[in-house]
Protein backbone atom coordinates (compact mmCIF):
# COMPACT_ATOMS: atom_id res chain seq x y z
CA UNK A 1 0.00 0.00 0.00
CA UNK A 2 1.74 3.28 -0.81
CA UNK A 3 1.88 6.25 1.54
CA UNK A 4 -1.10 8.23 0.13
CA UNK A 5 -3.15 5.42 0.69
CA UNK A 6 -2.30 4.82 4.77
CA UNK A 7 -3.33 8.51 5.54
CA UNK A 8 -6.84 7.59 4.51
CA UNK A 9 -8.70 8.12 7.68
CA UNK A 10 -11.34 4.91 8.29
CA UNK A 11 -14.00 7.01 10.52
CA UNK A 12 -17.65 5.72 10.20
CA UNK A 13 -20.64 6.20 11.73
CA UNK A 14 -21.26 2.98 13.64
CA UNK A 15 -20.96 3.37 17.61
CA UNK A 16 -17.38 2.52 19.06
CA UNK A 17 -19.77 0.90 21.84
CA UNK A 18 -22.28 -1.36 20.71
CA UNK A 19 -23.53 -2.83 23.43
CA UNK A 20 -24.00 1.13 25.18
CA UNK A 21 -26.15 1.73 21.88
CA UNK A 22 -28.20 -1.51 22.67
CA UNK A 23 -29.27 -0.57 26.17
CA UNK A 24 -30.18 3.26 24.99
CA UNK A 25 -32.28 1.38 22.37
CA UNK A 26 -33.69 -1.16 24.67
CA UNK A 27 -34.16 1.75 27.13
CA UNK A 28 -36.26 3.93 24.57
CA UNK A 29 -38.31 1.26 23.81
CA UNK A 30 -38.96 0.56 27.52
CA UNK A 31 -39.88 3.93 27.45
CA UNK A 32 -42.21 4.37 24.10
CA UNK A 33 -44.20 1.42 25.99
CA UNK A 34 -44.95 3.67 28.92
CA UNK A 35 -45.67 6.70 26.53
CA UNK A 36 -48.13 5.36 24.64
CA UNK A 37 -49.78 3.23 27.66
CA UNK A 38 -49.88 5.96 29.48
CA UNK A 39 -51.15 8.47 27.02
CA UNK A 40 -54.58 8.67 28.39
CA UNK A 41 -52.86 9.91 32.17
CA UNK A 42 -51.00 12.85 30.92
CA UNK A 43 -52.32 16.33 29.54
CA UNK A 44 -53.46 16.07 25.90
CA UNK A 45 -51.22 19.25 25.59
CA UNK A 46 -49.51 21.81 27.59
CA UNK A 47 -47.65 25.52 26.85
CA UNK A 48 -43.55 24.57 26.28
CA UNK A 49 -41.93 27.05 29.15
CA UNK A 50 -39.73 29.37 27.97
CA UNK A 51 -36.51 27.36 28.86
CA UNK A 52 -37.73 24.46 26.24
CA UNK A 53 -38.42 27.01 23.88
CA UNK A 54 -35.50 28.49 23.96
CA UNK A 55 -33.21 25.15 24.09
CA UNK A 56 -34.59 24.68 20.22
CA UNK A 57 -32.82 27.63 19.19
CA UNK A 58 -28.94 26.22 20.31
CA UNK A 59 -26.20 26.35 17.96
CA UNK A 60 -25.37 24.04 15.52
CA UNK A 61 -23.26 20.98 16.71
CA UNK A 62 -19.70 20.77 15.71
CA UNK A 63 -18.54 18.41 18.42
CA UNK A 64 -20.18 15.28 19.25
CA UNK A 65 -21.94 14.39 22.14
CA UNK A 66 -22.83 10.69 24.15
CA UNK A 67 -26.32 9.45 22.71
CA UNK A 68 -27.76 8.35 26.15
CA UNK A 69 -27.35 12.19 27.16
CA UNK A 70 -29.32 13.57 24.39
CA UNK A 71 -31.93 10.83 24.95
CA UNK A 72 -32.05 12.32 28.18
CA UNK A 73 -32.47 15.75 26.67
CA UNK A 74 -34.95 14.68 24.55
CA UNK A 75 -37.17 13.43 27.26
CA UNK A 76 -37.14 16.77 28.83
CA UNK A 77 -37.74 18.95 25.90
CA UNK A 78 -39.52 16.59 23.17
CA UNK A 79 -41.64 14.00 24.60
CA UNK A 80 -43.65 16.18 26.94
CA UNK A 81 -44.77 18.69 24.08
CA UNK A 82 -46.50 17.15 21.36
CA UNK A 83 -49.36 18.08 19.28
CA UNK A 84 -51.48 15.71 21.47
CA UNK A 85 -52.84 13.82 18.45
CA UNK A 86 -51.91 10.16 19.98
CA UNK A 87 -54.61 10.91 23.08
CA UNK A 88 -58.00 9.93 23.18
CA UNK A 89 -59.79 13.06 23.58
CA UNK A 90 -57.76 14.43 20.63
CA UNK A 91 -60.82 15.39 18.04
CA UNK A 92 -58.76 18.56 15.94
CA UNK A 93 -58.88 18.55 12.30
CA UNK A 94 -58.56 14.77 11.09
CA UNK A 95 -55.49 12.67 11.86
CA UNK A 96 -55.16 9.43 13.10
CA UNK A 97 -53.56 8.42 16.79
CA UNK A 98 -50.83 6.39 16.03
CA UNK A 99 -50.31 2.82 17.30
CA UNK A 100 -47.04 1.21 19.09
CA UNK A 101 -46.74 -1.45 16.46
CA UNK A 102 -46.84 1.26 13.73
CA UNK A 103 -44.01 3.34 15.51
CA UNK A 104 -41.97 -0.17 15.92
CA UNK A 105 -42.80 -0.23 12.00
CA UNK A 106 -41.09 3.26 11.25
CA UNK A 107 -38.15 2.19 13.08
CA UNK A 108 -38.02 -1.02 11.16
CA UNK A 109 -38.20 0.29 8.01
CA UNK A 110 -35.38 2.84 8.89
CA UNK A 111 -32.85 0.18 10.39
CA UNK A 112 -33.66 -2.12 6.31
CA UNK A 113 -33.27 1.10 5.16
CA UNK A 114 -34.05 0.78 1.73
CA UNK A 115 -35.00 3.21 -0.75
CA UNK A 116 -38.27 3.14 -2.47
CA UNK A 117 -37.11 4.70 -5.53
CA UNK A 118 -37.33 1.18 -6.89
CA UNK A 119 -35.36 -2.50 -7.41
CA UNK A 120 -35.02 -5.86 -6.88
CA UNK A 121 -35.85 -5.98 -3.27
CA UNK A 122 -38.11 -7.14 -0.51
CA UNK A 123 -39.10 -3.82 0.51
CA UNK A 124 -40.33 -2.73 -3.09
CA UNK A 125 -41.95 -5.96 -3.37
CA UNK A 126 -44.00 -5.22 -0.22
CA UNK A 127 -44.78 -1.36 -1.88
CA UNK A 128 -46.47 -2.97 -4.44
CA UNK A 129 -48.12 -5.63 -1.96
CA UNK A 130 -49.65 -2.50 -0.02
CA UNK A 131 -50.60 -0.82 -2.57
CA UNK A 132 -52.33 -4.04 -4.15
CA UNK A 133 -54.18 -4.37 -0.44
CA UNK A 134 -55.41 -1.01 -0.47
CA UNK A 135 -56.38 -1.37 -4.19
CA UNK A 136 -58.91 -3.89 -3.64
CA UNK A 137 -60.06 -2.40 -0.20
CA UNK A 138 -60.94 0.78 -2.83
CA UNK A 139 -62.66 -1.94 -5.17
CA UNK A 140 -60.17 -0.58 -8.14
CA UNK A 141 -59.31 -3.65 -10.52
CA UNK A 142 -56.36 -5.53 -10.13
CA UNK A 143 -54.44 -3.88 -13.06
CA UNK A 144 -54.90 -0.80 -11.72
CA UNK A 145 -51.93 1.83 -10.62
CA UNK A 146 -51.14 2.91 -7.33
CA UNK A 147 -48.27 4.36 -5.15
CA UNK A 148 -47.83 5.64 -1.60
CA UNK A 149 -47.07 8.82 -1.25
CA UNK A 150 -46.67 11.62 1.76
CA UNK A 151 -50.24 12.04 2.43
CA UNK A 152 -53.48 12.93 0.90
CA UNK A 153 -52.33 16.57 -0.36
CA UNK A 154 -49.57 14.56 -2.29
CA UNK A 155 -52.40 11.99 -3.24
CA UNK A 156 -54.43 14.19 -4.67
CA UNK A 157 -51.38 15.89 -6.50
CA UNK A 158 -50.41 12.90 -8.41
CA UNK A 159 -54.27 11.51 -9.16
CA UNK A 160 -54.54 15.26 -10.88
CA UNK A 161 -51.53 15.36 -12.49
CA UNK A 162 -52.54 12.44 -14.39
CA UNK A 163 -55.93 13.69 -15.57
CA UNK A 164 -54.36 16.55 -17.07
CA UNK A 165 -51.97 14.66 -18.94
CA UNK A 166 -54.84 12.33 -19.96
CA UNK A 167 -57.57 14.72 -20.60
CA UNK A 168 -55.09 18.06 -22.23
CA UNK A 169 -54.83 15.89 -25.64
CA UNK A 170 -51.17 16.95 -27.39
CA UNK A 171 -48.28 16.27 -25.21
CA UNK A 172 -48.20 18.28 -21.80
CA UNK A 173 -45.09 16.71 -20.75
CA UNK A 174 -43.30 18.19 -23.45
CA UNK A 175 -44.95 21.37 -24.39
CA UNK A 176 -46.32 22.58 -20.84
CA UNK A 177 -50.18 23.85 -20.47
CA UNK A 178 -49.33 27.42 -22.36
CA UNK A 179 -49.71 25.64 -25.59
CA UNK A 180 -52.64 23.98 -25.21
CA UNK A 181 -55.35 24.91 -28.00
CA UNK A 182 -57.99 25.45 -25.02
CA UNK A 183 -57.64 26.01 -21.70
CA UNK A 184 -58.46 22.84 -18.68
CA UNK A 185 -61.19 23.88 -16.03
CA UNK A 186 -61.42 21.67 -12.75
CA UNK A 187 -64.34 21.09 -11.09
CA UNK A 188 -64.96 20.25 -7.53
CA UNK A 189 -67.46 21.95 -4.47
CA UNK A 190 -67.18 24.70 -2.34
CA UNK A 191 -66.30 22.57 0.18
CA UNK A 192 -62.65 20.78 -1.92
CA UNK A 193 -59.67 20.69 0.38
CA UNK A 194 -57.61 23.52 0.04
CA UNK A 195 -54.50 21.12 -1.69
CA UNK A 196 -56.24 21.29 -4.84
CA UNK A 197 -56.35 24.80 -4.75
CA UNK A 198 -52.43 24.23 -4.31
CA UNK A 199 -52.44 21.26 -6.95
CA UNK A 200 -53.71 23.21 -9.58
CA UNK A 201 -51.37 26.63 -8.96
CA UNK A 202 -48.49 23.58 -9.04
CA UNK A 203 -49.51 22.17 -12.22
CA UNK A 204 -49.59 25.65 -13.97
CA UNK A 205 -53.40 26.51 -14.24
CA UNK A 206 -54.03 28.52 -12.25
CA UNK A 207 -56.44 28.40 -9.34
CA UNK A 208 -59.47 30.43 -11.63
CA UNK A 209 -59.08 27.11 -13.49
CA UNK A 210 -60.45 25.40 -10.08
CA UNK A 211 -64.74 25.81 -10.18
CA UNK A 212 -65.80 25.61 -7.09
CA UNK A 213 -69.48 24.63 -7.66
CA UNK A 214 -72.22 25.32 -5.08
CA UNK A 215 -73.33 22.48 -2.68
CA UNK A 216 -76.66 21.94 -1.25
CA UNK A 217 -78.04 22.26 2.50
CA UNK A 218 -75.96 18.56 2.67
CA UNK A 219 -72.84 19.89 1.45
CA UNK A 220 -72.55 17.99 -1.12
CA UNK A 221 -71.89 18.88 -4.74
CA UNK A 222 -74.82 20.13 -6.67
CA UNK A 223 -75.08 18.15 -9.74
CA UNK A 224 -76.80 20.53 -11.85
CA UNK A 225 -75.13 22.97 -11.17
CA UNK A 226 -71.99 21.52 -12.12
CA UNK A 227 -74.12 20.71 -15.63
CA UNK A 228 -74.14 23.81 -15.86
CA UNK A 229 -71.02 25.16 -15.31
CA UNK A 230 -69.14 22.61 -17.59
CA UNK A 231 -71.67 23.66 -20.24
CA UNK A 232 -70.61 27.21 -20.17
CA UNK A 233 -67.36 26.63 -20.03
CA UNK A 234 -67.94 24.09 -23.30
CA UNK A 235 -69.71 27.32 -24.72
CA UNK A 236 -67.02 29.84 -23.86
CA UNK A 237 -64.04 27.79 -25.00
CA UNK A 238 -62.22 25.89 -22.28
CA UNK A 239 -61.45 22.35 -21.98
CA UNK A 240 -64.21 21.09 -19.19
CA UNK A 241 -61.09 18.40 -18.10
CA UNK A 242 -61.79 16.61 -14.23
CA UNK A 243 -64.09 16.56 -11.40
CA UNK A 244 -63.00 16.29 -8.18
CA UNK A 245 -65.70 14.60 -5.99
CA UNK A 246 -65.29 14.72 -1.96
CA UNK A 247 -65.68 11.39 -0.12
CA UNK A 248 -65.66 13.10 3.69
CA UNK A 249 -65.56 16.88 3.10
CA UNK A 250 -63.45 18.66 6.01
CA UNK A 251 -65.93 20.82 7.37
CA UNK A 252 -68.78 18.52 8.05
CA UNK A 253 -67.97 15.41 6.37
CA UNK A 254 -70.31 15.47 3.34
CA UNK A 255 -70.02 12.96 1.15
CA UNK A 256 -70.04 13.74 -3.06
CA UNK A 257 -72.42 11.18 -4.86
CA UNK A 258 -69.83 9.66 -6.42
CA UNK A 259 -72.35 7.46 -8.24
CA UNK A 260 -74.07 10.17 -10.16
CA UNK A 261 -70.72 12.16 -10.54
CA UNK A 262 -69.36 9.27 -12.27
CA UNK A 263 -72.42 8.72 -14.64
CA UNK A 264 -72.11 12.58 -15.66
CA UNK A 265 -68.51 12.27 -15.70
CA UNK A 266 -68.69 8.95 -18.82
CA UNK A 267 -71.41 11.24 -20.52
CA UNK A 268 -69.53 14.35 -20.42
CA UNK A 269 -66.39 12.79 -21.13
CA UNK A 270 -64.77 14.16 -18.37
CA UNK A 271 -61.86 12.56 -16.16
CA UNK A 272 -63.41 11.92 -12.09
CA UNK A 273 -60.91 12.38 -9.17
CA UNK A 274 -62.45 11.02 -5.84
CA UNK A 275 -60.56 13.14 -2.95
CA UNK A 276 -60.64 10.15 -0.10
CA UNK A 277 -58.89 11.32 2.33
CA UNK A 278 -61.08 11.06 5.35
CA UNK A 279 -63.64 9.18 3.49
CA UNK A 280 -62.06 6.58 1.20
CA UNK A 281 -62.11 4.05 4.08
CA UNK A 282 -65.45 3.89 4.97
CA UNK A 283 -65.60 1.45 2.13
CA UNK A 284 -64.37 -1.31 4.39
CA UNK A 285 -66.95 -0.81 7.66
CA UNK A 286 -69.69 -3.15 7.64
CA UNK A 287 -72.38 -0.33 8.77
CA UNK A 288 -71.75 2.38 6.49
CA UNK A 289 -69.86 1.50 3.19
CA UNK A 290 -72.86 2.58 1.37
CA UNK A 291 -71.88 6.28 1.88
CA UNK A 292 -68.87 6.09 -0.09
CA UNK A 293 -70.81 3.51 -3.01
CA UNK A 294 -68.70 3.99 -5.96
CA UNK A 295 -65.08 5.23 -5.37
CA UNK A 296 -63.74 2.41 -6.87
CA UNK A 297 -65.43 3.26 -10.24
CA UNK A 298 -63.41 6.57 -10.20
CA UNK A 299 -60.14 7.56 -12.74
CA UNK A 300 -58.32 7.94 -9.54
CA UNK A 301 -58.51 7.67 -6.06
CA UNK A 302 -56.36 9.85 -3.27
CA UNK A 303 -56.61 7.80 -0.13
CA UNK A 304 -55.25 8.69 3.40
CA UNK A 305 -53.49 5.20 6.10
CA UNK A 306 -52.37 8.31 8.34
CA UNK A 307 -56.10 9.28 8.79
CA UNK A 308 -58.41 6.09 9.36
CA UNK A 309 -55.72 3.42 9.51
CA UNK A 310 -53.87 5.46 12.54
CA UNK A 311 -50.16 4.44 10.92
CA UNK A 312 -48.03 7.42 12.22
CA UNK A 313 -47.33 10.02 9.77
CA UNK A 314 -46.85 10.08 6.81
CA UNK A 315 -48.14 7.59 4.58
CA UNK A 316 -51.10 8.48 2.12
CA UNK A 317 -51.52 6.81 -1.62
CA UNK A 318 -52.21 7.84 -4.73
CA UNK A 319 -54.86 5.12 -6.75
CA UNK A 320 -54.88 5.35 -11.17
CA UNK A 321 -57.31 2.70 -12.39
CA UNK A 322 -55.28 3.09 -16.28
CA UNK A 323 -51.60 2.14 -15.06
CA UNK A 324 -50.94 3.21 -18.35
CA UNK A 325 -51.42 6.53 -17.78
CA UNK A 326 -50.06 6.82 -14.69
CA UNK A 327 -46.50 5.91 -15.78
CA UNK A 328 -47.19 8.12 -18.76
CA UNK A 329 -47.24 10.68 -16.58
CA UNK A 330 -44.52 10.46 -14.09
CA UNK A 331 -41.92 7.39 -16.21
CA UNK A 332 -38.37 8.76 -17.06
CA UNK A 333 -35.66 6.71 -17.54
CA UNK A 334 -32.19 8.93 -17.35
CA UNK A 335 -28.52 6.93 -18.38
CA UNK A 336 -28.12 6.71 -14.88
CA UNK A 337 -31.31 5.06 -14.09
CA UNK A 338 -31.20 1.98 -16.26
CA UNK A 339 -33.38 -1.02 -15.46
CA UNK A 340 -31.15 -4.42 -15.82
CA UNK A 341 -31.99 -8.17 -16.50
CA UNK A 342 -30.15 -8.82 -13.23
CA UNK A 343 -28.92 -7.66 -9.40
CA UNK A 344 -30.07 -4.51 -7.65
CA UNK A 345 -31.88 -2.88 -10.24
CA UNK A 346 -33.98 -5.96 -12.02
CA UNK A 347 -37.29 -4.64 -11.28
CA UNK A 348 -39.05 -1.47 -12.80
CA UNK A 349 -38.44 1.58 -10.76
CA UNK A 350 -40.93 2.76 -8.59
CA UNK A 351 -40.31 6.63 -8.73
CA UNK A 352 -41.88 6.08 -12.59
CA UNK A 353 -45.16 6.41 -10.61
CA UNK A 354 -43.62 9.33 -8.23
CA UNK A 355 -42.83 12.55 -8.41
CA UNK A 356 -39.98 11.85 -5.68
CA UNK A 357 -37.20 9.86 -6.48
CA UNK A 358 -35.90 8.58 -3.47
CA UNK A 359 -38.76 7.25 -1.34
CA UNK A 360 -39.34 6.32 2.37
CA UNK A 361 -40.23 2.72 3.34
CA UNK A 362 -43.65 4.17 4.09
CA UNK A 363 -45.48 0.33 2.99
CA UNK A 364 -44.13 -1.18 6.11
CA UNK A 365 -46.31 0.51 8.45
CA UNK A 366 -49.30 0.14 6.64
CA UNK A 367 -48.35 -3.93 5.93
CA UNK A 368 -47.74 -4.77 9.97
CA UNK A 369 -51.07 -2.89 11.16
CA UNK A 370 -52.70 -4.43 8.93
CA UNK A 371 -51.59 -7.63 9.12
CA UNK A 372 -51.61 -7.42 12.96
CA UNK A 373 -54.96 -6.01 13.55
CA UNK A 374 -56.83 -7.44 9.74
CA UNK A 375 -58.85 -4.87 7.44
CA UNK A 376 -61.85 -6.20 9.28
CA UNK A 377 -61.23 -4.35 12.51
CA UNK A 378 -60.25 -1.02 11.07
CA UNK A 379 -63.53 -1.52 9.69
CA UNK A 380 -65.35 -2.06 12.60
CA UNK A 381 -63.24 1.26 13.96
CA UNK A 382 -64.73 3.33 11.46
CA UNK A 383 -67.79 1.95 12.15
CA UNK A 384 -67.28 2.92 15.85
CA UNK A 385 -66.33 6.60 15.75
CA UNK A 386 -69.06 7.12 13.31
CA UNK A 387 -71.72 5.39 16.32
CA UNK A 388 -69.67 7.91 18.32
CA UNK A 389 -70.08 11.03 16.86
CA UNK A 390 -73.92 10.27 16.36
CA UNK A 391 -74.00 9.48 20.05
CA UNK A 392 -72.44 12.93 20.46
CA UNK A 393 -74.84 14.76 18.56
CA UNK A 394 -77.91 13.45 20.18
CA UNK A 395 -76.42 14.42 23.32
CA UNK A 396 -75.62 17.82 22.36
CA UNK A 397 -79.25 17.87 20.63
CA UNK A 398 -80.62 17.35 24.06
CA UNK A 399 -78.50 19.49 25.90
CA UNK A 400 -80.12 22.78 26.68
CA UNK A 401 -77.54 25.30 25.78
CA UNK A 402 -76.25 23.56 23.20
CA UNK A 403 -77.36 23.64 20.19
CA UNK A 404 -76.17 21.12 16.82
CA UNK A 405 -75.11 22.94 13.82
CA UNK A 406 -74.72 20.08 11.17
CA UNK A 407 -76.08 16.67 11.77
CA UNK A 408 -73.20 13.87 11.43
CA UNK A 409 -72.97 12.34 8.26
CA UNK A 410 -69.81 10.43 9.08
CA UNK A 411 -67.58 11.47 12.46
CA UNK A 412 -67.69 15.30 12.49
CA UNK A 413 -69.98 16.66 14.68
CA UNK A 414 -70.09 21.12 14.26
CA UNK A 415 -71.95 22.55 17.26
CA UNK A 416 -71.48 25.65 19.59
CA UNK A 417 -72.53 26.72 22.85
CA UNK A 418 -75.10 29.29 22.89
CA UNK A 419 -77.08 30.51 26.03
CA UNK A 420 -79.31 32.85 23.95
CA UNK A 421 -79.33 36.10 23.53
CA UNK A 422 -75.69 37.05 22.23
CA UNK A 423 -74.53 38.04 19.01
CA UNK A 424 -73.24 35.95 15.99
CA UNK A 425 -69.55 37.83 16.69
CA UNK A 426 -69.89 37.23 20.56
CA UNK A 427 -71.10 33.68 20.09
CA UNK A 428 -67.88 33.27 18.00
CA UNK A 429 -65.80 34.61 21.02
CA UNK A 430 -67.13 32.62 23.07
CA UNK A 431 -67.36 29.67 21.72
CA UNK A 432 -63.55 30.28 20.52
CA UNK A 433 -62.52 30.94 24.04
CA UNK A 434 -64.06 27.55 25.25
CA UNK A 435 -62.00 25.60 22.44
CA UNK A 436 -58.58 27.50 23.51
CA UNK A 437 -59.54 26.65 27.13
CA UNK A 438 -59.86 23.03 26.84
CA UNK A 439 -56.41 23.11 25.03
CA UNK A 440 -54.62 24.72 27.40
CA UNK A 441 -55.78 23.00 29.89
CA UNK A 442 -54.96 19.43 28.26
CA UNK A 443 -58.78 18.30 28.35
CA UNK A 444 -59.80 17.65 24.78
CA UNK A 445 -58.56 19.22 21.42
CA UNK A 446 -61.17 20.31 19.11
CA UNK A 447 -60.93 22.50 16.31
CA UNK A 448 -63.29 25.46 14.89
CA UNK A 449 -65.06 26.21 11.39
CA UNK A 450 -67.34 28.17 9.78
CA UNK A 451 -70.58 26.60 8.08
CA UNK A 452 -73.37 28.20 6.13
CA UNK A 453 -71.77 31.39 7.87
CA UNK A 454 -72.46 30.23 11.48
CA UNK A 455 -69.16 29.45 13.51
CA UNK A 456 -69.07 26.26 15.29
CA UNK A 457 -66.80 24.08 17.10
CA UNK A 458 -66.07 21.16 15.51
CA UNK A 459 -65.01 17.11 16.46
CA UNK A 460 -63.88 15.29 14.33
CA UNK A 461 -63.11 11.65 16.08
CA UNK A 462 -60.65 9.48 14.23
CA UNK A 463 -59.55 8.02 16.80
CA UNK A 464 -59.81 4.28 18.20
CA UNK A 465 -58.73 5.39 22.02
CA UNK A 466 -62.04 7.73 22.38
CA UNK A 467 -64.22 6.08 24.37
CA UNK A 468 -68.14 6.99 25.41
CA UNK A 469 -66.54 8.35 28.64
CA UNK A 470 -64.40 10.63 26.96
CA UNK A 471 -67.25 12.50 25.12
CA UNK A 472 -69.15 12.30 28.21
CA UNK A 473 -66.86 14.66 30.07
CA UNK A 474 -65.67 16.73 27.17
CA UNK A 475 -69.69 18.29 26.68
CA UNK A 476 -69.45 18.38 31.24
CA UNK A 477 -66.45 20.14 29.95
CA UNK A 478 -67.54 22.23 27.40
CA UNK A 479 -70.78 23.57 29.61
CA UNK A 480 -68.74 24.58 32.47
CA UNK A 481 -66.41 26.11 30.81
CA UNK A 482 -69.23 28.35 28.86
CA UNK A 483 -70.82 29.30 32.15
CA UNK A 484 -67.50 30.03 33.49
CA UNK A 485 -66.22 32.07 30.60
CA UNK A 486 -69.63 34.10 30.41
CA UNK A 487 -69.16 35.06 34.25
CA UNK A 488 -65.23 36.16 33.51
CA UNK A 489 -66.12 38.07 30.67
CA UNK A 490 -69.58 39.16 30.77
CA UNK A 491 -69.06 41.72 27.95
CA UNK A 492 -69.31 38.12 25.83
C1 LIG B 1 -56.49 15.55 5.13
C2 LIG B 1 -57.11 15.88 3.83
C3 LIG B 1 -56.32 16.22 2.73
C4 LIG B 1 -54.84 16.44 2.84
O1 LIG B 1 -54.21 15.28 3.23
P1 LIG B 1 -52.80 15.32 3.99
O2 LIG B 1 -52.60 13.90 4.33
O3 LIG B 1 -52.98 16.20 5.19
O4 LIG B 1 -51.82 15.86 3.03
C5 LIG B 1 -56.95 16.40 1.51
N1 LIG B 1 -58.28 16.29 1.39
C6 LIG B 1 -59.08 15.99 2.43
C7 LIG B 1 -60.55 15.88 2.22
C8 LIG B 1 -58.51 15.79 3.69
O5 LIG B 1 -59.28 15.52 4.73
Not at 104 to 115: P, R
Not at 191 to 218: F, I, M, W, Y
Not at 455 to 475: K, P, Q, S, W, Y
Request: with cysteine; net charge negative; charged share 20%.
Amino acid sequence: MDQANNQIREETLDPNDWEALRQLGHQMIDDAVAHIRNVRDRPLWQEMPPAVREAFASPLPKDPAPAAELYQELQEILMPYPMGNIHPRFWMWFMGSGSLTGALAEFLAAVDGSNLGGGNNAAALMDRQVVGWLKTLMGFPADASGTPVSGGSMANIIGLTAARNAMAGGDVRANGVAQLEKPLRFYASDQVHSCHQKAVELLGLGNNALCRVPTGPDYRINLDALADCIARDRAAGFLPTCVIATAGTVNTGAIDDVNGLRTLCTREGLWLHVDGCIGALIAIAPQNHRLVDGIGEADSLALDPHKWLHVPFEAGCAIIRDASVHRGTFALHPEYLEEKTRGIAASEFLHDYNLQTSRGFRALKVWLTLREHGSEKFGRLIDQNIAQAAYLARRIEETPKLDLIVAPTVNIVCFRYDPGGMTEAALRDLNVEIMLRLQEAGIAAISDTTVSGKHCLRVAICNHRTTTGDLEMFLQQVIELGELVRVEKPVL
